[in-house]
């Protein structure tokens, strides 16, 4: 509801500021609906948008104020582009009245939007209550991970031991009543206890609404939980795979980005080569090997942004001593990765897709970490859900959280969902944050 205000709106400032001045103010006047300045001053609302979308305008923002520094950024991201756009055609697209109220309108429409939003569309009282019933222990590593990176706000309340309402059904309405709940998560043992459901079938009917573990920890922190998910739960259809329309659509989206995005690696390469010899010494571009779909081994491309060195391969760190100085500022832009566009074009990786491993790492992780092997069945990304929701991973452990995120990324695999990593891949490199 809230984007597609923003995006309606946006387009209404922008078209009635054209006809505005197509009325009013140009000599002679002309009809806009009729002109060739439609179809630009519709892109130019679609840039507008998108380029507010990209900021995380509404959804990224509880206050208005803390959304005036984006709106601002990005209205004038917009502008830029048409303006680059204005100048290659070497005519005006857009009159100039156009091209500088329309980003000042945006800009007020963004703040109005989150403002709205934070009263009428994510009021508190709106939150999910939550009781959830099952194993203290799992709940608490479930609830660690929802808040660690929450797709939507909730509370909870309440737990119920699953032992205890095995025993005695009745607990499970007491603490939603106690606590006034407005949702009820019940695990998969609890899920069929006969007792569990018909009570939770009661508070059902009165208004509450009822969630599983998996369900839950989906809709509300975009992760499939390795604690709470049962096996027969990875037998789900995964679009890759058993969509054709969606596979070759992907593929096709693949190699037009990494075609548009060729120019700029060639831009960041011949940088790279007059900076290398004092800020990054030793060869342009580093390659290693990666497991990729159905377990096949590729070598991947990137610009090296660390020290030569003749040892095996370590886990890499954050804030890693080997990192140099240029190739710290590609790591911070994510530029270091843009020879991975090969990769994309020769069908290695996807834009999209979870983030390949070393075959060491692979081994050892495929043994350590169950279900590890499921991520290996679509094409690896150069982005990925994980890589927008978790932090830096550099052991074992952050490997299997990450996985959580690839395997929700795999059971809700689209093009939606797709452009949602690349929206948030495109915050990330901006604002910062994910890896």
Do not use: C
Not at 340 to 359: H, K, M, T
């Amino acid at each position: 509801m809230e984007p597609l205000a923003h995006a309606l709106g946006i387009t209404g400032i922008v078209l009635g500021l054209s006809k505005v001045h197509a009325a009013l103010i140009a000599e002679p006047a002309y009809d806009f609906s009729d002109s060739s300045r439609l179809r630009w001053a519709l892109l130019y609302a679609v840039v507008l948008w998108l380029a507010a979308w990209v900021a995380g305008i509404p959804d990224r923002f509880e206050r208005w104020r803390d959304a005036v520094l984006p709106a601002i950024a990005s209205a004038a991201a917009g502008a830029l582009i048409l303006a680059t756009l204005t100048a290659a055609a070497g005519t005006a697209l857009l009159p100039r009245f156009v091209l500088v109220l329309a980003p000042l309108g945006a800009v007020v429409w963004s703040l109005v939007v989150v403002r709205t939003s934070a009263i009428w569309f994510r009021p508190t009282s709106g939150v999910p209550q939550v009781v959830v019933v099952g194993e203290p222990d799992v709940v608490a590593v479930l609830l660690e991970e929802l808040a660690s990176s929450p797709e939507r706000p909730v509370t909870v309340v309440g737990v119920v031991d699953r032992e205890e309402a095995l025993l005695d059904p009745d607990v499970v309405a007491r603490a939603v009543a106690d606590h006034r709940a407005t949702m009820l998560v019940l695990d998969s043992v609890a899920q069929d206890d006969e007792g569990i459901v018909a009570v939770a079938e009661t508070l059902h009917r009165t208004g509450v609404r009822i969630r599983w573990t998996v369900s839950f920890a989906e809709e509300f922190g975009g992760v499939l939980p390795l604690d709470v998910v049962e096996r027969s739960a990875m037998l789900f259809d995964i679009a890759e795979l058993h969509g054709a329309g969606y596979s070759r659509l992907k593929r096709v989206l693949d190699v037009v980005i990494a075609l548009a995005v060729v120019p700029l690696l060639l831009v960041v390469a011949a940088v790279s080569l007059v900076l290398n010899p004092v800020l990054n010494r030793g060869p342009l571009l580093y390659h290693q090997l990666r497991v990729g779909r159905d377990g096949r081994e590729f070598d991947i491309w990137k610009l090296r942004t660390m020290t030569v060195s003749e040892g095996p391969s370590t886990w890499t760190t954050a804030d890693d001593a080997r990192i140099t100085r240029w190739g710290g500022l590609l790591r911070k832009l994510h530029l270091d990765e843009l020879p991975q566009v090969i990769n994309i074009l020769r069908g290695d990786l996807s834009i999209v897709g979870p983030r390949p491993e070393q075959p060491s790492y692979v081994a050892l992780l495929l043994e350590e970490v169950p279900h590890y092997g499921t991520r290996h069945l679509v094409r690896p990304g150069l982005t990925g859900w994980a890589q927008v929701k978790f932090p830096y991973g550099a052991d074992v452990d952050d490997a299997r959280r990450k996985l959580q995120y690839d395997l929700y990324y795999l059971r809700n695999q689209r093009l939606g969902t797709d452009l949602r990593i690349l929206a948030r891949t495109a915050r990330a490199a901006v604002f910062g944050g994910g890896r």
